[in-house]
């Protein structure tokens, strides 16, 4: 029982990662490999300011979504004027230079070492530091972020994002500043990722620079293609399985060093058999061009 | 409102796409714009809406200049555009497109989509609303809630040219509006923006290959040949100009 709350409690932490991820990808159109360093952010924002500074801990929680925006900002405004193939090689980079930073600021971030014994939240009495409870917080964010992103798909600000991952040209001609709503869906998307950081940070207690690499930027992105690009409830299938499977393979008995490669090849497998069959996605509309 | 080309020139790495260009457009009339392939036309478009910036040369718009300003801030102030190649959001619905121009920015913010849902919801609905007559006169109401992507080509140059009208500019650019469509098709356009021009001294300005379209429907008729404006006049005055005979109208 309580491994099977464990996966769903990471489930659902990259429920809301790939969720965010595809208003970025899904919606706007913007390629990202970058989603992982705002995750990242996330959670070293919580675990410096609660371990190091001592600042309380729903500011920190909060502090880690906003901070993971800001730097939303700070990538997207400069590099959303690129384009496809550029972006995405552009979002690798600052990905590589989030990991290489937190590995190598070391006196800050105590490098490779990692953070430990960040703290579980606790609200009205009530500490959330087992699975059973952890699972009633993970919940009530999950909810907000699906609800704030379905509404998102349905508004008018979502059209234009829509609008503008078919043709930013014909949006821009009817008199829409296309980068200012590529930039506020990398905010928001950004802040959700951030979001998942502070509460994958508090439910483990201990994080390092190998938690949030290209790799898991890469199984976020996978997640979000399978279950189909601008589909919510196909992100959050997507999750699901591609964290469910790798757990239900170790039933299998396969050796630790092995079963690690077979995992990425299994995403690897996985992504070409959707591809082939549904290049949409399991519940997508909106192809990969 | 008019708008004022003075000296326009556009260089791409050694060609000269257009050279030392003036013109005024006169509101409330229709030019057209002619020429062959090549000539530099959809570059003189791209320039006057901001999608290229020029090498020199001034754009003025009601005395004002625009030159090199972002397509959108162009659009924003009353200067519409089509393209040669439909630019539809296809897997939008026909209604969504409309919508997206006729709200002109409103209520399109984030904190609008996650806060003010209620009221966004019945200014959409009234906007619909709005845009069912229009839709109905072109026999396009009952394909208004399908992808924009299951239009005819046809149906897509009229939704484009509906979805640049419905941002009410004052001028309209339209490029190449009815190339490859059917006689049919083509009185619709003709139709739909005459009632445009007949409001409030609109003015259209339109890149256009065929001919009889050209000279039946517009007030002043502009030719461009390698980039240069080599005559302007009205239609009959064109039509027997021996220079335009000789580079385009053979």
Redesign the interface.
């Known amino acids: 029982m309580g491994y099977l709350l464990n996966i769903l409690i990471i489930s659902g932490i990259f429920g809301i990662l790939s969720v965010s991820l595809n208003v970025l990808c899904g919606f706007s159109g913007i390629l990202s490999l970058a989603h992982a360093a705002f995750f990242g952010i996330g959670a070293y924002t919580l675990g410096l300011l609660t371990t190091k500074l001592g600042i309380p801990y729903w500011t920190a929680f909060m502090a880690g979504g906003v901070f993971a925006a800001f730097f939303g900002i700070l990538i997207g405004l400069p590099t959303l004027r690129l384009k496809g193939d550029y972006l995405l090689i552009a979002t690798l980079g600052f990905g590589e230079i989030y990991t290489n930073t937190m590995t190598n600021l070391d006196n800050i971030t105590e490098g490779t070492r990692g953070i430990t014994g960040i703290p579980s939240p606790s609200l009205l009495g009530i500490r959330f530091d087992s699975d059973a409870t952890f699972i009633i917080l993970l919940f009530i964010a999950c909810a907000l972020c699906i609800a704030s992103a379905s509404f998102i798909k349905y508004s008018p600000f979502g059209k234009i994002l829509f609008a503008i991952s078919e043709d930013e040209d014909g949006v821009a001609s009817l008199g829409r500043n296309t980068t200012r709503f590529k930039v506020t869906s990398i905010v928001f998307s950004a802040f959700w990722a951030g979001i998942a950081g502070s509460l994958y940070a508090s439910y483990v207690g201990y994080i390092n620079p190998n938690l949030f690499t290209i790799n898991e930027s890469i199984l976020i992105f996978t997640m979000v293609l399978f279950g189909g690009l601008g589909s919510i409830p196909g992100s959050l299938i997507g999750a699901f399985i591609l964290v469910a499977l790798p757990e239900a393979m170790r039933f299998i008995g396969l050796p630790n060093t092995v079963a690690a490669v077979i995992r990425q090849m299994t995403y690897g497998l996985l992504l070409i058999v959707i591809m082939y069959f549904r290049p949409q996605g399991l519940l997508g509309t909106v192809k990969l061009r | 409102m008019t708008l004022q080309i003075r000296g326009l020139t556009k260089r791409f790495d050694g060609i000269i796409a257009v050279k030392d260009l003036d013109l005024d457009l006169i509101s409330g009339k229709i030019t057209a714009l002619i020429g062959p392939n090549g000539a530099g036309k959809t570059t003189l478009f791209n320039l006057i809406?901001g999608?290229l910036s020029p090498t020199q040369g001034q754009i003025l718009w009601d005395g004002r200049e625009i030159t090199s300003k972002?397509?959108?801030a162009i659009?924003?102030k009353g200067i519409?555009?089509t393209?040669q190649e439909v630019?539809?959001?296809?897997?939008?619905s026909v209604m969504?497109n409309l919508?997206?121009?006729k709200?002109?920015?409103?209520?399109?913010?984030?904190w609008?989509?996650?806060f003010h849902?209620k009221k966004?919801a019945k200014t959409?609905k009234d906007d619909r609303l709005g845009l069912i007559p229009r839709l109905t006169v072109l026999g396009l109401a009952e394909k208004m809630d399908g992808p924009a992507e299951e239009l005819s080509y046809g149906q897509s140059k009229l939704i484009e040219i509906t979805?640049?009208l419905a941002?009410k500019p004052d001028m309209l650019l339209l490029d190449e509006p009815v190339a490859g469509l059917n006689p049919l098709m083509i009185e619709t356009i003709k139709t739909l923006l005459k009632q445009y021009i007949a409001e409030m001294q609109k003015t259209l300005f339109i890149i256009e290959h065929n001919m009889p379209f050209v000279f039946n429907f517009a007030d002043w008729v502009v030719v461009m040949d390698h980039g240069e404006k080599i005559a302007e006049g009205p239609p009959e005055a064109i039509r027997n100009d021996s220079r335009v005979i000789e580079a385009y109208l053979g």
């Open positions: 809406t999608f972002p397509p959108y659009s924003r519409s555009r393209f630019k539809l959001f296809r897997s939008l969504d919508l997206i121009a709200r002109r920015g409103r209520h399109e913010g984030l609008d989509a996650l849902r966004i959409v979805r640049a941002t």
